[in-house]
């Protein structure tokens, strides 16, 4: 197909098979891997497609049915019903070339089937492989990961084989990880916790690593018992859901060992429910950001529970961490809280074509804000306290409220409109949307919700809506949005 040392080919699927695959063999080719949300809608994959300059893309048919296939030729590019799968001209992906589709065995105009194109690979010379090979750089991008932009857009995060490997190489430290192990994979690929955490650990060590599709707390569990598998990671939203599974079924997992969660805030006494109920001695809890590939910190295999359950580890390595007081810019004496800020191995050199952006995030001298609040206790452990960053998590997915608040201002009878977080048990946050209205006009919560639905994925949607009068404001007449999150919390 053409892809050449450092092309960027997009993945746009749900965890399967052929996501794995294809992410070491796009490495292998020395290619760019580009993940993409295949729960966004055509507006978001539009600008993750046309902003990465990907000339290829892997895509499954849809994650219900074929809503992605439906989406791609009915509001991407029309045009594909009527073109030859090789070497493409797309109006609003120009230097998108080639599109293959990974499941389903129906033939789609204008794309390469998976076995087309694993037929094509068996052609490819050993020695053109290896000579490939011998051209990529450590520093070389191997992944770009999305991560929710500050306008509503994504960011794309470049990651190069240092960075990932370097993280990987300190996950498997932390887990104790051997190629005995069995790694039942459920995060999300098209994160860097599915994609970095869980499979790039997996592959470096020689692991067994089974795919869930979706999260179905029951049939993971069902799986983990056939296999045996030894590794089971996820956001805290899943582990809930394991364990309410586990609570009420008949499950028996004495293989499991270690995992991390990840992701979100770890509900009070969560990790130790696991510990006890579920067996896992090992499980570990981590800290991190697409921009630092993920992990940051993270718990060792042998903390106690107590570690594990109120802080998020110690520095994983090759980095270096420092805790910056906001105010002043200077470097806060131990024990004290300060802004979490990181360099090293695992960190990006800087947001994709936005020199920008960078700036705002990484300084001067080379220190990745993290825009997360902590203090290292006496044992050396990170504790986080809060956020500078105006950013939601919802069951580990992150939520800029500028994305909401765009589209909601569009609705004729709004106002204006701020979104922010509000504490949920089992996702962590939710999203709450505080409404003004314009005089005269009327409008309901679901009527909102309704409004939002065709507009973004389904967690961004506001779960819940509050209508208002004036927004608490600042002495400067800046909206307070840490009054409106104790606002929301005390009404729920």
């Known amino acids: 197909m053409g892809v050449k040392k450092g092309d960027k080919v997009a993945i746009w699927a749900v965890n399967c098979t052929e996501w794995v695959i294809s992410q070491i063999g796009i490495s292998r080719a020395g290619a760019v891997m580009v993940t993409v949300n295949p729960h966004e809608k055509a507006q978001i994959i539009k600008h993750m497609i046309e902003y990465s300059d990907t000339v290829a893309m892997i895509m499954r048919e849809g994650v219900h049915g074929t809503e992605n296939i439906d989406m791609l030729y009915n509001e991407l590019s029309p045009e594909l019903k009527s073109l030859k799968k090789d070497n493409l001209n797309l109006e609003k992906f120009p230097k998108l070339k080639n599109i293959i589709i990974a499941s389903g065995s129906k033939p789609y105009d204008g794309l390469y089937s998976w076995d087309e194109t694993i037929e094509m690979g068996s052609k490819c010379a050993d020695d053109d492989l290896n000579s490939r090979s011998k051209e990529i750089a450590w520093d070389d991008a191997v992944h770009m990961i999305f991560t929710s932009g500050t306008t509503g857009l994504p960011k794309g995060v470049p990651l190069s084989h240092k960075n990932v490997i370097s993280d990987a190489m300190g996950m ?6 051997t190629s005995k192990d069995i790694i039942c994979l459920q995060p999300p ?57 586990y609570e009420s079924g008949n499950f028996n997992t004495p293989s499991l060992r270690t995992g991390i969660i990840a992701g979100a805030s770890s509900p009070k006494g969560l990790i130790e429910s696991l510990v006890t109920k579920m067996k896992m001695s090992e499980l570990i809890q ?9 992990c940051i910190t993270a718990s060792s295999y042998n903390d106690s529970v107590e570690q594990k359950e109120n802080t998020v580890g110690r520095l994983i390595p090759n980095l270096e961490l420092t805790l910056i007081d906001d105010e002043t810019g200077l470097e806060v004496e131990h024990g004290k809280v300060g802004e979490i800020c990181v360099k090293g191995d695992n960190v990006m050199k800087g947001y994709y074509n936005m020199p920008e952006e960078t700036a705002k995030t990484i300084d001067k001298n080379g220190w990745l804000h993290t825009g997360d609040v902590g ?41 204006d409109i701020y979104a ?25 919560e679901e009527e909102v919700r309704t409004f939002c639905k065709d507009k973004m994925a389904s967690h961004k949607v506001p779960k819940y809506v509050r209508f208002t009068e004036e927004f608490p404001l600042s002495s400067t007449g800046k909206v307070l949005k840490r009054e409106l999150r104790e606002i929301g919390a005390k009404m729920l």
């Not at 498997?172 to 990880?177: L, R």
């Not at 599915?194 to 707390?217: D, H, Q, R, S, W």
């Not at 050396?380 to 997915?397: M, N, Q, V, Y």
């Open 420 to 444: 922010v977080g509000v504490p949920d048990h089992v996702k962590g946050e939710e999203v709450m949307a505080f409404i003004k209205l314009k005089p005269g006009k009327a409008l309901t």
């Open 172 to 177: 498997t430290e932390k887990m104790a990880i």
């Open 286 to 294: 981590a800290y991190g950001l697409t921009e630092t590939s993920p």
């Open 189 to 245: 690929l098209f994160h860097t916790f599915g994609c970095i955490a869980c499979v790039l650990v997996g592959y470096l060590n020689g692991c067994t690593i089974l795919v869930m599709e979706k999260f179905v707390a029951e049939a993971t569990l069902k799986m983990i018992e056939k296999e045996k598998c030894t590794v089971l990671s996820g956001v805290p939203t899943m582990f809930l859901g394991f364990l309410k599974a």
């Open 375 to 415: 203090y290292i206790r006496e044992d050396g452990c990170l504790a986080l306290t809060s956020r500078i960053k105006d950013i939601i998590i919802r069951g580990g997915e992150n939520i800029y409220p500028a994305e909401i608040e765009n589209i909601i201002i569009d609705h004729e009878a709004v106002e």
